[in-house]
């Protein structure tokens, strides 16, 4: 019996670290599962927009409870710059671009329309409910800054470019609207 003792402290402590090493990371599984439930965000309605002031092109992701998918796609738009998501996928990705940088850096109120002078590159815009939050980056942001807004950036392109949206779009001007040239139907080469 007194053999047996001097091996029961390390496995004591090697018990201890494994139970240690699964409670923390049960804790950490409960938190996540807790934090993605978007039982946290105050409101469903959620319009996040992304500005390129530089080209002047926007773009946005908004939740089911900000607008309502099947009646926003039956009407023609002068653009199809907005593309629709559950209210579950918008609280997850607006928790995971505030984890990016966005809860870091946002002010409140609105983006500018416009950026003077080129100063202002791009701009995230969160609307969620009645409040409104925004974030610029330009010639003045820090390094740090600059990576920090294009993971988020990074981050709304993929959601948006996998979000489906069926929107018709306005078009006046009929084949010009795609910027092609008449096609001959006999040889397949432009006219």
């Known amino acids: 019996m007194t053999q047996a003792q001097p091996h029961v402290a390390p496995i004591r402590a090697l018990v201890t670290a494994i139970l240690g090493a699964l409670v923390a990371s049960l804790s950490g599984a409960i938190l996540c599962a807790c934090a993605s439930s978007g039982a946290a965000r105050s409101s469903s309605a959620l319009l996040v927009t992304l500005h390129d002031f530089k080209s002047g092109v926007s773009f946005e992701?908004?939740?089911?409870?900000h607008t309502e998918r099947v009646a926003y796609y039956s009407g023609a738009r002068a653009d199809a710059a907005r593309k629709v998501q559950t209210d579950e996928?918008?609280?997850?990705?607006?928790?995971?671009i505030e984890r990016q940088g966005l809860a870091r850096h946002a002010q409140v109120g609105r983006a500018p329309a416009l950026a003077p002078g080129g100063v202002i590159s791009w701009g995230l815009e969160v609307e969620c409910g009645p409040e409104t939050s925004h974030w610029l980056v330009g010639k003045g942001s820090a390094p740090a800054d600059w990576q920090e807004f294009q993971k988020c950036r990074d981050t709304f392109l993929q959601l948006y470019n996998i979000t489906v949206s069926f929107q018709a779009v306005q078009n006046d001007s009929g084949r010009g609207f795609f910027g092609e040239e008449p096609r001959s139907a006999a040889d397949g080469k432009r006219e």
């Open 61 to 65: 992701l908004a939740s089911e409870s």
């Open 89 to 96: 996928i918008m609280s997850l990705f607006v928790g995971e």
